[in-house]
């Protein structure tokens, strides 16, 4: 992933070298040739993705193109920032490696699950997880009939079979531990201490925040959004509808198309491009002409 814009531009290829630098090992090698073990660790996969995401920002900037409203789906949000003018490339490419570090730290000493759960409402799917019992909650809101859980291996499995029999469908994700519920908040102290210590500037542009879906351009009000981020349910179904508000167009910077598959499910008719590869660049580039 991301050998397209690496190819194509030196300001891609400069993103991937300060990915470098904020990692301590060779993030290209990773994302070109894996092995994926190896990428899939989420102290590499992290930084990895961000320099993804940024080396296809690079290739929009390079076009004239700059966004009307940002937003990124959890890691994403950092990689929004960058887009939005808020922070520095090098700085949040620092502090997504960290991030990486710390939870990968916390899923060792607390370890836990993640699922998706399908076909229901979000009220049923939280009021499930109060009944499972256990260290259990909604982690992301992504659609209006998909959220995911997380939490103890236990308490999620619980959920899984909660749903089933209530006419859903849940299927677990392959990750290494319980992101965005009370199991990691090991690791917030650290990286609340990183996020302050790096300038945040006013936005050029609306940033959608996972934690509120509300819209802001108010530095310290992005970087306390972006403290709780960590721990917080990511309400992107509020976010989209929020974008949809604030832009004609969107365009998804980064890896595949996963969330041009969400959109479609929340907002049927959204136009969206992806800018992965140089049929979307130019699609994005045209419809902003």
Known sequence: MGRGPYEASAAARG???????????????????????????TDNLQVALSAVNL???????????????????????????????????????????????????????HPGGMAAVLGLALAAIEALCHEAGGRVVVANHNSPEQAVISGQI??????????????????????????????????EAELEAAIRAVPFRA???????????????????????????????VCWVDTQRVLAGLADLFVEVGPKRVLLGLLKKTIPGAAGVSAEDPQGLQAATERVE
């Open 154 to 187: 236990e308490a999620v499995a619980r959920v899984a079979d909660l749903a089933k029999g209530a006419g859903g469908k849940a299927v677990p994700l392959a990750v290494s531990g319980a992101w965005h519920s009370p199991l990691i908040v090991g690791a």
């Open 55 to 109: 080396a296809h920002l690079a290739l929009l900037q390079e076009q004239g193109l700059s966004p009307s409203a940002a937003a990124g789906h959890s890691l994403g949000e950092y990689s929004a920032l960058v887009a939005a003018g808020v922070l520095s490339a090098q700085d949040a490419l620092g502090l997504v490696a960290l991030r990486g570090r710390l939870m990968q730290r916390e899923a060792l000493r």
């Open 203 to 233: 936005a050029r542009c609306p940033v959608v925040c996972n934690v509120s879906g509300a819209a802001e351009t108010d530095p310290e009000r992005l970087r306390a959004n972006l403290v709780r981020q960590l721990c917080s349910p």
């Open 15 to 41: 993103v991937f070298e300060l990915a470098a630098q904020a990692a301590g090992t060779d993030v290209a090698r990773l994302c070109f040739e894996g092995p994926i073990e190896e990428l899939t660790r």
